[in-house]
C-alpha cells in the first residue's frame, strides 16, 4: 500500500494522508487522529477505484448508495435512524451540493439552521454522528 498513498503526523498535529487521484494528481486529507486520517485515505482509494469523483458528484448521490451498503452492516434500527437523517434533514439541505465543495461552513450552517428552526440538541448530534459515518 506504500505506493497507493502515505499517512504522517504534519507539524501542527494533525495527521494527514497523501495519495494520487485517477488523473496522477496528489491529494491530501486531514485529520484529527491517525486513525481517522487512515480511514479517509481508504475511502477515498475505494472512491478512485470505482471511478467516483468528488468533484462531480452531490451529496445525496453518495448518501444514497451509502445507504444501501450500511443495510446489511449495520442493525435495522440504526439504518432506519440514518435513513431518517438523510430524508429529513440532509437531502432537502445540501443534496446538490457537489462533494468538492462541501465545506464545514456548511455543515455549521446547517447544524445552526437545524436548531433556529425547532430541532431538538440531540437530533443535531445524530445528524452529526450520521455524517460521520462517511
Known amino acids: 500500500m506504500a505506493s497507493e498513498g502515505s499517512v504522517f503526523q504534519r507539524a501542527d498535529g494533525k495527521w494527514c494522508a497523501k495519495w494520487k487521484d485517477a488523473q496522477g494528481k496528489w491529494r491530501y486529507l486531514y485529520a484529527s487522529t491517525k486513525t481517522e486520517v487512515r480511514r479517509k485515505l481508504r475511502?477515498?482509494?475505494k472512491d478512485r477505484d470505482e471511478s467516483i469523483s468528488p468533484n462531480k458528484m452531490a451529496v445525496g448521490t453518495f448518501l444514497e448508495p451509502w445507504l444501501e451498503d450500511m443495510l446489511d452492516v449495520i442493525?435495522?434500527?440504526?439504518w432506519v435512524e440514518h435513513e431518517s437523517i438523510v430524508w429529513l434533514h440532509l437531502n432537502p439541505t445540501i443534496r446538490t451540493k457537489k462533494l468538492s465543495?462541501?465545506?464545514?461552513?456548511d455543515?455549521?450552517?446547517l447544524y445552526r439552521s437545524k436548531v433556529r428552526f425547532g430541532s431538538k440538541p440531540s437530533r443535531v448530534r445524530r445528524i452529526h454522528v450520521t455524517l460521520r459515518r462517511h
Not at 442493525?75 to 440504526?78: E, H, V
Not at 465543495?101 to 461552513?105: N, V
Open 43 to 45: 475511502q477515498a482509494l
Open 107 to 109: 455543515i455549521r450552517g
Open 75 to 78: 442493525s435495522k434500527r440504526t
Open 101 to 105: 465543495l462541501l465545506a464545514p461552513d
